[in-house]
């Protein structure tokens, strides 16, 4: 049970009930910290049960505790907070304080990215994808994926011009494709860039060299990724390009 029924309440409740719990973190007294979080936790608090979690997980004032960690994500969890079901989520797919249970992952994934967190998005995305803890979906990938890149997720973007280009899940549509490829390689994703000068370069949307050659150049000027950077060199010194 929530202490308070109404959110601006309980906000208040806990701006005023959290602050020396705050100060004694951002002093480093960590001990103080977690003993006065965990009196609001008991309370009911959420954020005060993540705050634990966070604690013990890190290793703060105690030594890392990754089941008690887990305890305290899962009840702030329970009680609808989102970046305590991503943390319940990821702890649960990567084994960290537990056995690893891909659809315990999925389920907290899947409660978080419904709340709009863009990183849960993503790896609901994944999860269905690649069919882990899930039957295989690429319906729901495209669309946990497309939720991700609406949200900024760069590699999301690119995942989500992938299945665009392939007609994974969906119809081929190059435009699409295109479309999300170029933002993905706006946020400096190489292997978007690469993409999108072969795209324009071989006519899968209107066909543009000049603008091939940009996106090459912008990938030949980058150390991310060594074999697509030799690539684009090789490709921008073709007497065609």
Known sequence: MKPYVFPEIEDLAWFVSAEPAKKAYAAKEYETALRLYEELAEKGFARAQFECGWIYYNGKGTPPNL???LRWFEKAAALEHKDAQF???????????TAPNQAKALHWYEKAAMQGHKDAQFECGKLYH?????AHDMGKAVDWFQKAAQQGIVKAMYNLAVMYYNGDGMPTDMKAAYTWFEQA???????AQYKCA???????????REQAR????????????????????????????
């Open 87 to 97: 943390r319940c989520a990821q702890m649960y797919y990567n084994g960290e304080g």
């Open 198 to 208: 072969e795209m324009l370069y071989n006519g899968d949307v209107p066909k543009n």
């Open 185 to 191: 390689a706006n946020r400096n994703h190489v292997k």
């Open 130 to 134: 690649h069919g882990k803890g899930v």
């Open 67 to 69: 089941e008690a960690a």
């Open 214 to 241: 940009m996106w090459l150049q912008r990938v030949a000027s980058q150390d991310a990724n060594l074999e697509l950077r030799e690539k684009a060199k090789a490709n921008l010194s073709r007497s065609e390009m």
